[in-house]
């Protein structure tokens, strides 16, 4: 997989110089963010379906939604971020990205700001890339959000290659693959949806409404 992965990012485009910064500081300060095969698959996605509106349950430092927003001329995306710092931050890189007027990130608990979201109307997209083990939570608070034809999807499903290939010495990490399983196995069953793993990156799951 290593071979794969760093020959999948030798093919990958140079990031522009903010983007290259905000790496950089991720790094430098241990802020996950996402691999850089997986978020030039989304961003593909991104072009190829060209939604008006994103919801991003995670923003973290902006990383991926600053990118979503490079992706689609006029796309606009909404993104919650719980912890302040990380929030902080964010704004301060969408404001030098140059695509702040198209970011809204909010700051608050996921969990409880459904009723703030909806004022935003209907989304083409949901990106959930947060706490592990809320994911579920998040899929059943923000779907009645989205539009009948809208894209879902999931970072981190395949966690390290922990959720298939348990670390037996690592109680910790074991425990956050052992609820992220449980995700897959509940959206891969879920009635009325079909959903694809793809394993690029952490692994990302891609959802989709069955048609009517």
Do not use: C
Not at 17 to 22: A, D, K, R, W
Not at 112 to 128: N, R, S, Y
Not at 180 to 187: H, T
Request: glycine share 4%.
């Amino acid at each position: 997989m290593e071979k794969e992965t760093d020959y999948l990012r030798m093919l990958l485009p140079d990031s522009k110089e903010h983007i290259v910064e905000i790496e950089e500081y991720a790094e430098l300060n241990r802020v996950p963010i996402m691999e850089k095969e997986s978020m030039h698959f989304i961003k593909q996605l991104i072009r190829i379906k060209q939604p008006a509106k994103i919801l991003e349950i995670g923003t973290a430092i902006g990383y991926s939604a600053i990118q979503m927003a490079e992706a689609h001329p006029s796309v606009h995306i909404v993104s919650i971020e719980r912890d302040a710092d990380r929030y902080e931050e964010a704004v301060r890189n969408a404001e030098r990205s140059g695509y702040a007027d198209r970011l809204h990130f909010h700051h608050g608990d996921a969990l409880k700001m459904k009723d703030l979201i909806a004022e935003h109307g209907l989304f083409d997209v949901l990106f959930i890339d947060a706490a592990k083990g809320k994911y579920q939570q998040f899929f059943e608070i923000y779907e009645p959000m989205l539009h009948s034809d809208a894209l879902i999807i999931s970072d981190n499903v395949l966690f390290k290659n922990l959720v298939a290939d348990p670390d037996h010495d690592n109680k910790r990490m074991n425990k956050i693959a052992a609820k992220i399983r449980r995700f897959n196995e509940w959206l891969t069953d879920l009635d009325g949806y079909e959903t694809s793993i793809v394993p690029i990156g952490d692994g990302v799951a891609i959802t989709t409404a069955k048609d009517q």
